[in-house]
C-alpha cells in the first residue's frame, strides 16, 4: 500500500509510521482485515484473555443482541458526554448515535447503566441520576462490564465495543481492530455464529445479513475516539480514517481496501472524528465541502444527499476542533489564521442549511470571535425554529457582556423561545436566573428549575422555594428533581417547605425525600395531614433539628449561606498538599505532608470529600488508606473491612452497624463497601451492613442490596430479602421475581412476600426470553402451585400489586376454616386500601358470630384502617367492647345502603365506593404503569 496515499490526505504524515499504519489496513483479498498485533501494539495495550462472566454479564448481553443504532437527531456537539462546554448549562449528555433496542421503546434513552442499576429490571432512572461522582460505582461498572462482553465475537460483542468506547474511549483500545473492521469491511450477522466464537479479533464468513448502516456509523464514531487518545500528534493519530476516507474517492477498480462505497452515514462519522484532533485546513477535500451544496429537495438524488451530509460533517469536524483546543489552551482560538482554518468557512454564515448555520453560530460563540455576538443576533430572527434556539443557547457560550444584554433583552419579548433563553442566561450564573421565578409562563418555569438546580446557593434556595409551590404541578417536579443533590443545609428547609405547603403529590415526594436524606423510618408527617397540622409538625422538627424552617426569612437564609459557603482556598490547599503526599509516595508515610494531613480536624470533612470527589484513583485511595480514617469512625472502620482477618472485619461492620444506626453514612463509605462486599462471604459481616444502612435507601446502598439478594449463601439472601420488605419499590421487584424458587425456604417465602411491596405489576407474568422460553415464573402460575403458608404470601403479593385474580382468591380465603389463615386476609384486604373489601368485612362482623375474638378485631381494624376517619361513626370511641363497635358498624352499613341503593351488593357496585385518596390513586396509577 503506498504511503503517498495516506499523504494526500493528511499532509505531513511520515512514511514510516505509514507502512505500519497501512500494514494494520485490509488486506487486497479481504479475508483477515487488520493485523492485530500491530494495532495493539501502537496503543501499548495487550489482548486479555476472555474473562469470566456473570449473571449481571448475561442481563446486560441481553439486551444488546440487536442492529439497533440510530441517529440522534438531538445532537449537538456542546451536548455530547465529554464536552468541555456541557457544564455551561443543565442540558443532557447526548452521544450522537444511540442504541435503540426493543427494551428501551417508550423511553428518551436507553443507557446500560440502567440495567445495572435495576439488574435484570427494566429501569430506575433516579438510581443512575442520584450518582453524583462522575466515576462512580455504577458508571464504573457499566465500563467494567462492557469491557467483558466486547470480547464476544457476535453481535452483542460489537455493539459492547462501540458502547465502551463512546463511554471510554481508553478503555476500548484493545478493541479498536473490532470497531476499525465495523467501519472497513463490516461481518455478518448470522444466528449459527452468535455465542460460538469468543476471540477478540472477527473471522469474516458466510451470513445472512450485514450489519446496518447506522451501526458502522456508530462504530465509525467510536474508532475515531479510540485512535483520537493515541499519546502522538493528531495526524498520525487520525492517519487511518484518512486513508480509509481517501481509498473511498477512488474508482471501484482502483481501490487498495474497501471492496463496497462506505455509507454517507459513516462518511460523515469519518470526517467528524478526524476534525477531534487533525486542523480543518489539513483535512483534504474539507475546505471544498464547507461550500453551499445544491439545494435539497423532494427529487434530490443520492449524491445530493450525500454531498449534503458530508457538508454537515465538515462543519461539525470544525467545531470539534475548535473545542478541542480550546479546551487545552486559554489562549482563544483565531478563526482567520489560514494555516489553521479553511477561507470557504465562512460561507457557512448565510447557508441554506440550519444544520451548519447553527454550527457556525456555535463555532463563533466558542472561539469568541469578533463577530459572535452580530451573527447570534441575526440568527435570533432566522427563519428556522431550530436556528432560533440554537442561537439563544450559544450566546449563553459566547458569555460576555454583551451576550447576557441580548439575553436579557429577549426575556421581555413574548415568545415561545423565552425558555431557551434561560438557558442561554444560565451560563452567567443564578444571579441572573431568581428575576425570573414569577414569569407568567409556566415553561419558562419549569426551565428555571431545572437550570437553578446547577446552583446550590442561598438565592437559589430562596427561588426553588416559591418553585416547589408553584401552581403548576410540572413546575413542582422540576424544583424537586432539581434539588435532591443538594447539601442538606439547603436542602432540608425546602423539602420541609415543600411537604407543608406543596399539592398532595409533590408533599408525598418532598416528605419521602426527606425521610431518606436524615434516615428516618418514616417521614416526619403525612402528606394528607391538615395544613396547621403539617405546619406545626414541620416547626418542631426545624427547632429540633436546627433546621432553617421556614426557609425565606432572612436570619434563615443568612444561616443556610454560612453553612453551605464552601472554603475554596481551603480546598485547594488540600488538593495541592494532595498532590504532592501521593507524588513523593512511601516516603511521604513518615514525613511532612502526612504529618500534615494528620492535623486536619472534622470541620475540614466536607472540603476532604470534596477534594476526594475530584481526585485520580491513586489520590482516593491515599485519602481512604492515611487520611479519612483518622478524621471520622465509619471511614476507620471502612479500612478495617478490607482486612484478612474475618475477626477484625465482623469487628469493622459491628461498628458501622453502629454508626448506621445513629446517622446515614457517606456515600463515599457506601460506594467502597459495595465494591468490598462483592468479595464478602461471611454472614456476620454481612449482617451488620445490611443492619447499617437498613434506613437508608440511597443508589449505593441499592447496590448492596443487590449483591445481598444474589449472594451464594441464604442467609445473606435473606438479609436482602427483608431490606427490600421494608423498602419495596418497582426495581426490586425482578430481583424478588428470581428468588420465587430459591432452595432455601424462607428465602423464597420472604421473596414472595416482599414483591407485593415493590409495586410492580410485571411480575405477576413468566418473564420469557427472546425464544420463549420462560426464565422467572410469575405470582399468577405461583398460586397454583402452593399450598399454605406460601399460598397465603402469593395471594397477599397479588392482592397488594391490585391483581382481580388476587383480590377474588383473597375474599375466598377470609371464608377458611383457619382462624389463623381468615386473619391474615383480613389483614392484607386492609393493606390493599381497597374498598370493596368492606362488605365483606361488615359480613364477617355482623354475620359471623361464632368466628373467635381475633377474626372480629381484625376486621374492625381493617374497616377503620379503609374508611376514613371523618366518616367513622360518631359514637364508636364511646363503645367499649368489639361487639358493641360491630353493631354500631353494622348500623353504619345498613344506613349507608337505604342512602346510596346503587353502592349496595344487590346492585351492580362492589361494596362501599368513594373516591380513593390521593396516595392510594397515585399508587393505583403506578402499579398500573
Known amino acids: 500500500m503506498k504511503p503517498s496515499l495516506v499523504n494526500q490526505m493528511l499532509p505531513g504524515v511520515h512514511g514510516t509510521l505509514v507502512i505500519a499504519v497501512c500494514a494494520a489496513c485490509l488486506s487486497l483479498a479481504g479475508c483477515q482485515m487488520f493485523d492485530v498485533e500491530t494495532l ?40 455530547e458526554p465529554g ?117 477478540s479479533t472477527i473471522v469474516i464468513g458466510k451470513a445472512p445479513r450485514p450489519i446496518s448502516p447506522d451501526m458502522r456509523a456508530a462504530a465509525a464514531e467510536a474508532w475515531c475516539l479510540v485512535l483520537a487518545t493515541a499519546e502522538t500528534d493528531g495526524e498520525t493519530a487520525m492517519a487511518l480514517p484518512g486513508h ?118 456555535l463555532l463563533l460563540a466558542i472561539t469568541k470571535d469578533s463577530r459572535a455576538l452580530e451573527v447570534l443576533s441575526k440568527q435570533i430572527a432566522d427563519s428556522n425554529s431550530d436556528v432560533q434556539h440554537r442561537a439563544l443557547q450559544n450566546l449563553g457560550v459566547l458569555q460576555n457582556k454583551e451576550a447576557r444584554g441580548e439575553l436579557r433583552e429577549y426575556m421581555t419579548r413574548e415568545s415561545l423561545l423565552r425558555k ?38 442561598a438565592a437559589s434556595a430562596a427561588a426553588m422555594a416559591d418553585l416547589l409551590t408553584d401552581d403548576v404541578f410540572s413546575v413542582q417536579v422540576a424544583a424537586v428533581e432539581g434539588v435532591k443533590h443538594w447539601p442538606d443545609a439547603l436542602l432540608l428547609p425546602l423539602l420541609l417547605h415543600a411537604g407543608v405547603d406543596g399539592n398532595y403529590q409533590t408533599r408525598d415526594n418532598s416528605l419521602a425525600a426527606f425521610a431518606r436524606r436524615t434516615g428516618v423510618v418514616v417521614p416526619p408527617f403525612r402528606p394528607d395531614d391538615e395544613y396547621s397540622l403539617r405546619c406545626d409538625r414541620a416547626t418542631q422538627i426545624a427547632a429540633t433539628a436546627g433546621i432553617a424552617y421556614p426557609p425565606l426569612h432572612e436570619a434563615s437564609q443568612a444561616r443556610v449561606e454560612s453553612l453551605t459557603r464552601v472554603d475554596t482556598e481551603r480546598v485547594e490547599e488540600i488538593a495541592q498538599r494532595l498532590k504532592t503526599a501521593v507524588s513523593l509516595g512511601g516516603a511521604a508515610a513518615g514525613g511532612f505532608e502526612i504529618e500534615w494531613f494528620r492535623r486536619l480536624k472534622p470541620e475540614d470533612m466536607s472540603s476532604v470529600e470534596k477534594v476526594y470527589h475530584r481526585s485520580e484513583p491513586a489520590a482516593r485511595s491515599f485519602l481512604l488508606r492515611e487520611i479519612l480514617p483518622h478524621l ?9 473491612m478490607g482486612d484478612a482477618d474475618v475477626k477484625r472485619r465482623r469487628a469493622a461492620a459491628a461498628d458501622l452497624r453502629k454508626i448506621g444506626n445513629a446517622r446515614t453514612l457517606p456515600d463515599i463509605v457506601l460506594e467502597q463497601l459495595s ?17 447499617a444502612v437498613e434506613q437508608d435507601t440511597s443508589e449505593p446502598v441499592t447496590r448492596i442490596v443487590q449483591l445481598a439478594v444474589n449472594h451464594r449463601w441464604p442467609d445473606v439472601r435473606q438479609h436482602g430479602c427483608d431490606y427490600v420488605l421494608k423498602h419495596g ?161 353494622h348500623g353504619w352499613w345498613e344506613q349507608r345502603r337505604r342512602k346510596f341503593p346503587t353502592n349496595s351488593p344487590q346492585s351492580a357496585g362492589n361494596g362501599y365506593n368513594r373516591p380513593q385518596p390521593a396516595g392510594q390513586a397515585a399508587m393505583a396509577g403506578a402499579i398500573s404503569r
Not at 471501484?252 to 471492496?259: C, F, S
Request: proline share 6%; net charge negative.
Open 83 to 199: 464536552s468541555p462546554l456541557l457544564g455551561l448549562r443543565a442540558a443532557p449528555e447526548l452521544p450522537r448515535w444511540l442504541f435503540r433496542p426493543a427494551v428501551a421503546t417508550g423511553k428518551p434513552l436507553f443507557m446500560v447503566e440502567d440495567v445495572i442499576a435495576a439488574y435484570y429490571t427494566e429501569g430506575n432512572q433516579d438510581s443512575v441520576a442520584a450518582s453524583t461522582d462522575p466515576r462512580s460505582a455504577i458508571e464504573r461498572e457499566a465500563i467494567t462490564q462492557l469491557s467483558i462482553i466486547a470480547h464476544r465475537d457476535d453481535l452483542v460483542g460489537w455493539n459492547a465495543a462501540i458502547l465502551l468506547a463512546h463511554r471510554d474511549a481508553r478503555s476500548a483500545r484493545p478493541f479498536v481492530t473490532v470497531l476499525a473492521q465495523l467501519v472497513g469491511d463490516p461481518p455478518m450477522i448470522g444466528d449459527d455464529r452468535n455465542g460460538e466464537n469468543k476471540k
Open 420 to 457: 431557551t433563553a434561560i438557558q442561554g442566561l444560565a451560563a452567567f450564573g443564578d444571579t441572573e436566573l431568581v428575576g425570573y421565578v414569577g414569569d407568567e409562563d409556566a415553561r419558562v418555569r419549569e426551565e428555571l428549575a431545572r437550570q437553578l438546580a446547577m446552583f446550590p446557593t
Open 40 to 79: 495493539r501494539n501502537r496503543f501499548a495495550v495487550l489482548s486479555d484473555p476472555t474473562p469470566a462472566t456473570s449473571r449481571l454479564t448475561d442481563a446486560i448481553a441481553d439486551t444488546l443482541n440487536a442492529d439497533a443504532w440510530t441517529a440522534n437527531h438531538e445532537w449537538s456537539p456542546v451536548t
Open 729 to 889: 419499590r418497582p426495581d426490586f421487584a425482578v430481583w424478588m421475581q428470581a428468588l420465587f424458587q430459591d432452595s432455601n425456604p424462607m428465602v423464597q417465602l420472604t421473596a414472595i412476600r416482599a414483591v407485593g411491596q415493590c409495586r410492580n405489576q410485571r411480575v405477576l407474568e413468566d418473564q420469557v426470553d427472546d425464544k420463549g422460553n420462560v426464565t422467572l415464573i410469575g405470582l399468577r402460575r405461583l398460586m397454583t402451585s402452593f399450598t399454605g403458608e406460601k399460598h397465603m404470601a402469593v395471594v397477599g403479593s397479588m392482592a397488594r400489586l391490585l391483581d382481580p385474580g388476587g383480590l377474588d382468591e383473597l375474599n375466598r380465603i377470609s371464608y377458611s376454616g383457619d382462624w389463623r389463615t381468615r386473619v391474615a386476609a383480613i389483614n392484607v384486604m386492609a393493606a390493599t386500601g381497597q374498598t370493596r373489601f368492606v362488605d365483606r368485612l361488615i359480613d364477617v362482623l355482623w354475620l359471623d358470630r361464632e368466628a373467635r375474638p381475633e377474626v372480629h378485631q381484625a376486621a374492625l381494624r381493617a374497616i377503620e384502617a379503609l374508611i376514613p376517619a371523618e366518616e367513622h361513626p360518631a359514637e364508636l370511641n364511646r363503645l367499649a367492647t368489639p361487639q358493641q363497635q360491630a353493631a354500631t358498624w
Open 675 to 691: 465494591e468490598l462486599l462483592v468479595r464478602e462471604e461471611d454472614t456476620v459481616v454481612w449482617r451488620d451492613v445490611i443492619a
Open 244 to 361: 480509509l476516507l481517501d481509498d473511498m474517492r477512488r474508482g471501484r477498480d482502483a481501490r487498495q481496501i474497501l471492496k463496497d462505497d462506505l455509507p454517507m452515514s459513516v462518511e460523515g462519522e469519518l470526517i467528524r472524528g478526524i476534525g477531534r484532533r487533525v486542523a480543518p485546513v489539513r483535512i483534504r477535500e474539507l475546505a471544498a465541502l464547507l461550500n453551499r451544496p445544491p439545494q435539497t429537495g423532494p427529487q434530490a438524488s443520492g449524491g445530493d444527499l450525500r454531498r449534503q451530509e458530508l457538508h454537515r460533517a465538515a462543519i461539525d469536524a470544525c467545531v470539534h476542533y475548535a473545542m478541542t483546543q480550546q479546551a487545552a489552551s486559554e489562549e482563544p482560538v483565531n478563526l482567520h489564521d489560514d494555516t489553521v482554518w479553511p477561507r470557504t468557512l465562512w460561507n457557512c454564515e448565510d447557508d441554506n442549511d440550519p444544520w451548519v448555520r447553527n454550527g457556525f453560530g
Open 632 to 640: 471520622a469512625p465509619e471511614y476507620d472502620a471502612l479500612l478495617r
